[in-house]
């Protein structure tokens, strides 16, 4: 594979600004297609593969395999009656979805899809749009979204959507700070916060030598800063909304959260939102940490043309589908959490970790900078995080068995078989007037 | 996920009930004598019944005879809770299960079916399944 | 999900006083499978105090069986709890023959503890698969309605139903059993044992699922003595109280060396869900020995020939089973008439539920759900 061919191709800041208006429109046509497909296929492929999962067929009904499933339900949606509810904020009720749904898509405007390639004549990006800080505009998109949410759950006046609305508010924005954090190891790595140039650092490893053999660090962000792809991902879950993180719409118990009181077109909305949300993390995660477009390392080790053309394309969508697999297979498999443990996750756990881990990474990288030897350190911290997770393993095997021996006891206090009959205890205190306890605050339970 | 579904496709495929599914009631009306037992033992009254006496031309060197006539016979599969004890009660064996199940409508009212399609379904009946080996065998066959 | 009233909700009204909001879970909320009300103060997100509210399904059935011949009253028996409706059917019938002292016949005893059996697996089952669905996990319920299907399928080619048997009658079941049913069961169990071990894995082991109902809504033992509260809730708190094994009826006094009672210690939603998972295999065990007793057991009748009008004796007399979802009793007066005088229903759930009233304060919403899944109730036993 020559260096020179495929720096070619690839993308970087400067690539931008020079495309004829009708390109752009088109780019942009493209991006909001693509995302509307998404959906419906995803749509299609989560029932089918949940079905599958769950020893069913899936819907098999509408075309072949059903495909046409995810369409007729969209048309059927946005046709029903359109409900809304006496005494709601018409204005606010109107504007949340479509605060919901827009900074969805426009997320996706900064994800660079492919490298660049000649349309008409013109060589351009396959991207919509670059800028300098061009990762934070997802942050910045999901954060408006969440405006959508609260909106909805606070116009609709009703105590479930209401709780719902909260509940949102509050998940997105503490793990945006995690999702934040997250990003910063690769900004250091890749010293930009261009999405193009992201995906360029990922190109090739770093070469350094350990015990005289020349190595090459794994080029995927995924590897080398395999903390932050594990906290993203935890965000990733966090910010969509979906099992096991789906509070702000858990059905057992806010019924269906804030959009409870919504129907038709807007109800489509939000279910919109939520599935572009998917793709778009799913897509920005294939940014950051997966090498982007790029051909992952066995085909571009045989075949030296695999980051040419339009087949760059082609990985992005297989890289997308992978997460949006992976979404689906959690979806199937995880109970929810509960709210105040997905707060623990996340303040507790997630923030701290990545604070932590920034540390690490600035640390070797300044010590790089300055041409140190950074062996040994990795050496030190390996061992103080390997005990950590021995001492937190221990940590809970003792609180464990604990817990244990003092229920036991209670457990035995009394016979119920006195005499050969069963025999409830006829001296209760609750003959007399004394109330019981109440059931333990369940917090404390938790964490006996 | 490798596994097979286990959903029947039930418009293509149909089925297979035991020959006891309690789908249907049945009515094989040459056998009812209009003796009301069945109307009466249901726990809640879902059979309607309507006959007239009818007197038989005597037969030579006899008396008249006067039987009775079945006018109507309907169940209301709306009201009916498909317990089975009109089956049981009946003493001439004219009311049967039938497996049959596909006869659901739009509207409440059309459930309640006649004696024309009650007789239809006794086509659908299947033989009783063969009693356990530690079984008694059927009355039918003792008193033989 | 109806509102009853919003008070204050957030700050800003009056010196930024917070209120507590009250809010109305049901009698349509997808948590309480039926028309079970709650009305809960919250605070927060957390219960201050709850109080169920129920009756919307009452459908009289103890008035309706004073108007019903016996055999009419088991149409009615298995209504009342419609997951249970063998083991309910059962308990009508026991006090009529206890009543005219008849002798049942030993192949119709046996059928009857292992339809009971099969009857139990198929309510746990279905709550073993509702459970994890209410606090979130779809798939373990489809998993679970695989098993039912099986154990429903032998169900249906002895009785004819899925739901509502009608198979019992007074002095045996209603018909013989159908030639190879026995070597179906056995296979039916063998699957459900085998598939069982799916719902375990999935679930049991799951860290979502224990950190959502370990050490949430602790039943002490003395709540559990005070309310009534029986099956296997009361045994996931350490009450070690089966009727099966401490007064036997059926043929489970011949039983209990196959017979193995579940019991926890905690009393959280983790041990009763435990109890249920752990009472399926201990059922299974059960089934497959009434199985094979009922292999050896010499020809024989399987019901008693009844007299066209079946009158009981005056006198009265209290029968009751160990129901899959707990205690089902029937208190039976009877004036010598063909229908009781007084029939009088102790149904397991409307004792278990009432203790949601203790248990549910101090909990947040979400842990609402996951007890009120594990209290495992179904609606039409609490109103009967």
């Known amino acids: 594979m020559s260096e020179t061919h495929v720096l070619a191709e690839g993308a970087t800041l400067n690539s931008f600004g020079h495309d004829p208006w009708w390109i752009i429109g088109l780019k942009a046509l493209v991006v909001f297609v693509f995302l509307l497909l998404t959906v419906l296929i995803t749509v299609w492929a989560e029932r089918r593969i949940i079905g599958r999962m769950q020893l069913r067929p899936g819907p098999n009904r509408a075309g072949p395999f059903g495909i046409l499933q995810a369409l007729f339900d969209g048309i059927k949606g946005a046709l029903k009656e359109d409900i809304v509810p006496r005494g709601v904020d018409k204005v606010v009720f109107f504007l949340a979805p479509i605060l919901a749904a827009a900074p969805a898509m426009v997320s996706f405007s900064v994800i660079p899809w492919g490298g660049v390639v000649s349309i008409g004549g013109h060589k351009t990006p396959l991207q919509l749009a670059d800028l300098p800080v061009a990762v934070l505009l997802p942050l910045a998109m999901a954060s408006i979204g969440v405006y959508g949410f609260v909106l909805a759950g606070w116009s609709s006046m009703s105590p479930y959507a209401l709780l719902g609305g909260l509940r949102s508010s509050a998940q997105v924005i503490s793990y945006e700070i995690a999702m934040g954090l997250s990003f910063v190891a690769v900004f250091l790595f890749s010293g930009t916060l261009s999405t193009s140039e992201i995906v360029a650092a990922q190109a090739h490893g770093t070469a350094f030598k350990v015990a005289g053999m020349t190595l090459h660090t794994p080029s995927w962000y995924a590897v080398l800063l395999l903390p932050s792809f594990i906290i993203y991902i935890f965000t990733m879950m966090g910010e969509s909304g979906r099992i096991p993180f789906d509070l702000p719409e858990g059905e057992g118990e806010l019924v269906a959260g804030y959009h409870t009181e919504y129907s038709s077109l807007k109800f489509m909305m939000f279910y919109l939102a939520e599935y572009v949300n998917m793709t778009t993390l799913s897509a920005l995660c294939t940014t950051l940490f997966l090498g982007g477009y790029r051909a992952p390392w066995p085909i571009t080790w045989f075949w030296s043309g695999a980051n040419s053309g339009w087949w760059p394309v082609l990985w992005f969508l297989i890289k997308i589908w992978m997460f949006t697999f992976f979404f689906i297979w959690l979806r199937a498999a995880l109970p929810r959490v509960r709210y105040d443990q997905l707060m623990k996750l996340g303040w507790k756990v997630l923030i701290p970790v990545s604070l932590g881990w920034i540390l690490f990474v600035s640390v070797v990288r300044a010590l790089r900078n300055e041409h140190h030897d950074v062996g040994p350190i990795m050496i030190v911290a390996a061992i103080i995080v390997v005990l950590l997770l021995i001492a937190s393993f221990l940590w809970e095997r003792v609180s464990a068995s604990e817990a244990q021996p003092e229920e036991a006891e209670a457990a035995a206090e009394q016979d119920p078989m006195a005499g050969g009959f069963p025999v409830p205890p006829l001296d209760a205190p609750h003959y007399h007037g004394v109330g019981n306890g109440r059931a333990p605050n369940s917090a404390e339970a938790t964490r006996a | 996920m490798t596994r097979r579904s286990i959903t029947r496709q039930y418009p293509e495929v149909q089925p297979d009930l035991p020959p006891r599914s309690r789908g249907v009631i049945a009515l094989f009306e040459e056998n009812c004598t209009v003796c009301m037992l069945c109307a009466r033992e249901c726990p809640d009254w879902c059979i309607y019944i309507d006959s007239h006496k009818e007197t038989l031309p005597a037969p030579t060197g006899g008396r008249a005879r006067t039987r009775n006539v079945l006018d109507r016979f309907a169940i209301d599969f709306a009201l009916c809770m498909y317990c089975g004890i009109c089956i049981e009660a009946c003493p001439f064996d004219a009311l049967f299960w039938s497996p049959e199940f596909e006869y659901a409508e739009y509207d409440i009212a059309e459930l309640t079916h006649e004696r024309e399609r009650l007789r239809e379904w006794m086509w659908t009946v299947p033989p009783p399944p063969a009693h356990d080996p530690g079984a008694e065998p059927p009355k039918e066959l003792k008193a033989r | ?384």
């Open chain 3, 1 to 384: 999900m109806s509102t009853e009233r919003i008070v204050g909700v957030g700050a800003g009204t009056k010196d930024l006083a917070t209120e507590d909001m009250t809010l109305n879970i049901g009698p349509q909320h997808p948590s309480t499978h039926g028309v079970l009300r709650l009305r809960i103060t919250l605070d927060g997100e957390r219960i201050t105090a709850a109080e169920p509210i129920i009756g919307y399904m009452h459908r009289g059935a103890e008035k309706l069986f004073e108007v019903r011949d016996y055999r009419q009253i088991i149409v009615l028996a298995n209504r009342h709890d419609w997951l249970s409706a063998f083991a309910s059917e059962l308990g009508v019938v026991l006090a009529v023959e206890r009543m005219l002292g008849m002798e049942v016949p030993v192949r119709a005893v046996w059928a009857r503890t292992l339809l009971a059996e099969l009857n139990r697996v198929l309510n746990h089952l279905m709550f073993l698969g509702s459970y994890p669905l209410e606090v979130g996990a779809i798939t373990p319920i489809f998993y679970s309605f695989r098993e039912r299907e099986q154990v429903q399928r032998v169900m249906e080619e002895i009785s004819g139903g899925r739901l509502h048997y009608m198979f019992n009658r007074v002095g045996g079941l209603k018909e013989e059993l159908p030639a190879g049913w026995l070597g179906r069961v056995t296979d039916a169990v063998a699957a459900v044992r085998h598939g069982v071990g799916d719902i375990d894995r999935l679930i049991r082991g799951n860290e979502i699922f224990r950190a959502r109902t370990r050490g949430v809504g602790v039943l002490t033992r003395e709540q559990i003595e005070q309310y009534g509260v029986s099956g296997p809730i009361a045994r996931a708190s350490g009450v070690d109280f089966d009727l099966r094994r401490d007064e036997p009826y059926l043929a489970y006094g011949e039983l209990q060396d196959v017979l193995r009672v579940v019991t926890r210690t905690e009393g959280d939603c983790l041990a009763r869900f435990e109890c249920l998972l752990d009472q399926v295999h201990a059922s299974l065990d059960l089934a497959d020995a009434c199985v094979a007793r009922l292999k050896e057991l010499p020809p024989g009748p399987i019901n008693v020939r009844l007299p066209k009008v079946l009158k009981v004796p005056e006198g009265h007399t209290y029968a009751w089973t160990e129901n899959p979802l707990g205690i089902n009793g029937y208190y039976l007066v009877s004036h010598g008439e063909k229908t009781p005088w007084r029939l009088k229903l102790r149904s397991a759930s409307f004792n278990n539920i009432q203790v949601l009233r203790e248990m549910l304060p101090g909990h947040l919403v979400a842990d609402m759900i996951a007890i009120l899944g594990s209290m495992f109730f179904v609606v039409g036993d609490i109103d009967k």
